[in-house]
């Protein structure tokens, strides 16, 4: 047990990080009963299942199990009966909805929490239902054209100024890459930008379509930096009506076309066709429609990048983060993202995993969002502040503990002989004209 | 068309590019017999199938059909009608075999016509049978245990010295990495085990499992220049012979054990398990077992790196390189190579791409055989020659056109951090102590 305490991810503790579990939904008569014997037993179950990890489990009467105080990673509190029963008969989507309600508290880091029970998960092979049933009762939201943007909606449209709180001064909200561990989380996300331009190959006078552009830095920073003419497709409203404003602002309307719409919309062919962090959205269903995009939209002797969210193996989302915070998403397994290369006739160039990054953005996003917690709470209140704080933290951790991964994946057509001799360029200075 | 001549490799024009054909398997009397007007029709259906690439194809009466002489890359000429029939009805075999026997001829540039072709084909969407047939006729030879041994036998005992024709002066016979084009081989192969032994993360004192180690090159690498100890497995007897000489003269013998074995018998726990160029013998069939073995034998946080040739979509060997070069031989895709890592929970670092590093490797390597080629004919003969001559620029013209693609997968243990943080402690000088 020792041994994974020393592997995990120093994450800055975060001074706010329990706040909010005095507004608990829990009855107050629940709390003053005593845990009967057969609770004080699913308790202790609950954590054997779970491969007995580091964490102590408090019940609304304050009998406890698992690792004593001062050694346990962090401390999870059920407040009332009724939230043992829930977690017991449905933890993975349970656990979410009653942190969310203030039913359950984590005491101690919340984030490290998190990965030391993902760790011992994995350890312990648990697995709440299997993958097949798990897919039956929890099926992502379908992602045809019209539930898409439903879908998105309900994510990217909470309002930019909520995001704008917490996120980096261009409004970057995929992993960021860190030349160096310690870079702050502003010049990391230029740092990725450049990145993605340099692997896509960008040169002055080329065409490039954006699948996904979110707030749009990244086509931006593709028109401002490396010369070239941008088509940027998104389905959210308010990010499109965002990214336009700042390119007028920032002169690049000339050279930066944002177009409200869907990938499937796309028309026109391109010397680089980019997509970052859109793919964990499309749905595996939907991935021989984006691939017949791809293979429509490429030159002969283009290059492509896929930025996505990715698996060691295929697994649904958890569903709780499904429900409340990504309808619709699936992140694929590395296999399953070679099904949108090679039945298409193109070539992988190159694979790069960045899961570590990813863990690392989070920290700075999660240290952020703690920083305006007060603002967000009387924007959306208590039960927001405690949902979005479980999703940046657990995602922390599902990164730290590599239950979720990060793949960029660059990729030709078949055949084309106008690729990098090697990779050295992408680790010469100066990476670009910053 | 012209596009495509410009995108070829430059290959180095071999001096003895087309001898041997004096030897000609063509009867005397069907090379005095005016072609028939249906023989001149398959000759020209046969250019058309393959999407009428710019060559000239001469019968044995000196008719000749697509490219005009000044225009086309390179002519074949066909000896006699059998060789004809024999080629119309089964190409993918019979170019070899009629190739090796002198009954067809290539003159110009053999590795540039065998590109030329493969990029008509890929264009054409030519296919001599759906794979599925294929796949019955010319399944590749069985790699089970004792059959392994056979098919290496076959191909890696022909004897020490005559690859020592051709090699570099380690005997390493797989791609090397070429950081510049220019470099000479002897230095790229030096480049290549140091990219190898960087991605492995050797540290000194580690310990490193090498499944099929060849003529022992890496492992001496590994022990000399990363201090490591290694124990290599490999199924030739001549190739073990010759490490284990090799290492007692340099005097690495106490920090390399060379096992005369195959990859299923591989036994320990190291922090290391690499194989350069094994995957491709080991036979799709076989997958499980290897990954069994790579799952039993790495410790918690070791690290591991399979290099090997591959596809952009599943495909069989083509059938004459499977009955005369390489028995039991399967390049797999990248999907397939994912089976090894998915399903056995290991998580994918980092996959390159190294197809035109091969090609460049093979030109070196064909370059060298044509320079010994007397040598070569008085060893085994004049059909030999043609063989391997075919062989080999068949191999360039694979890497060139896409055909063929060069893997290089870095992995380690689901959830284990200790990982690089960037690639670029690959791209830094020095790269090793050289």
């Known amino acids: ?31 003053r009963t005593t845990a009967l014997a057969h609770e004080r037993w699913i308790a202790r179950m609950m954590l054997d299942a779970l491969g007995a990890p580091p964490i102590r489990l408090v019940l609304w009467d304050g009998w406890g199990t698992g690792g004593e105080p001062g050694e346990a990673v962090a401390t999870a509190t059920i407040g009332d009966r ?26 101690g880091d919340l984030a490290c929490f998190l990965e030391t029970v993902n760790r011992a998960k994995a350890r312990a092979g648990f697995q709440y239902l299997p993958q097949r049933v798990l897919g039956w009762l929890y099926r992502p939201r379908s992602n045809a054209l019209g539930k898409s943007r439903q879908n998105i909606y309900q ?21 960021a890459y860190f030349p160096t561990p310690e870079l702050d989380l502003e010049r990391a996300q230029l740092a990725k930008m450049d990145h993605v331009c340099l692997k896509a190959g960008l040169k002055p006078g080329d065409t490039v379509v954006e699948a996904g552009c979110g707030w749009g830095a ?6 401002r930096d490396y010369g070239v003419k941008v088509k940027a497709y998104n389905i959210s409203h308010e990010q499109i009506e965002y990214a ?60 492509g990048l896929i930025h996505s969210i990715g698996r ?20 694929p397994s590395l296999s399953e993202m070679l099904t949108l290369f090679e039945p298409s006739g193109f070539s992988v160039l190159d694979v790069e995993n960045l899961r570590l990054h990813y863990a690392k953005t989070l920290q700075h996003w999660l240290q952020r969002y703690e920083s305006a917690v007060d603002q967000v709470n009387e ?29 960029q994946v660059t990729f030709a057509r078949h055949g084309s002989n106008q690729v990098p001799w090697t990779r050295q360029y992408l680790y010469s200075e100066p990476r670009s004209p910053h």
């Not at 041994?3 to 579990?21: F, T, W, Y």
């Not at 990244?218 to 028109?223: K, S």
């Not at 021989?288 to 002797?301: I, N, T, W, Y």
């Open 155 to 175: 994510h990217y449209d909470i309002g930019n100024d909520f995001y704008e709180l917490w996120l980096d001064r261009e409004l970057v909200y995929t992993c």
């Open 312 to 331: 060691d193996k295929p697994a649904l989302m958890n569903p709780w983060i499904e429900r409340r915070i990504f309808p619709g998403a699936y992140p």
């Open 82 to 107: 009724w939230a043992l029963y829930k977690l017991a008969l449905n933890p993975e989507l349970q656990f979410g909805e009653l942190v969310a309600q203030g039913r359950v508290r984590i005491d």
């Open 1 to 31: 047990m020792n041994g994974d305490k020393e592997k995990l991810l120093s994450v800055p503790a975060s001074p706010n990080g329990h706040r909010g579990i005095e507004q608990s939904g829990a009855s107050a008569a629940s709390t």
């Open 244 to 303: 336009r404003e700042r390119a007028r602002r920032e002169g690049l309307d000339d050279r930066v076309e944002y177009v409200e719409g869907d990938y499937r919309e796309i028309s026109g062919r391109f010397d680089a066709f980019v997509s970052v962090g859109m793919l964990e959205h499309v749905g595996f269903e939907n991935f021989p429609e984006l691939a017949s995009v791809m293979q429509r939209s490429l030159k002969p002797d283009g290059r």
């Open 218 to 223: 990244l086509a931006r920073h593709m028109a």
């Open 379 to 407: 924007m959306f209140g208590a039960e927001f502040v405690r949902t979005w704080r479980l999703y940046l933290a657990g995602s922390i951790a599902a990164f730290a503990s590599g239950d979720l991964q990060l793949f």
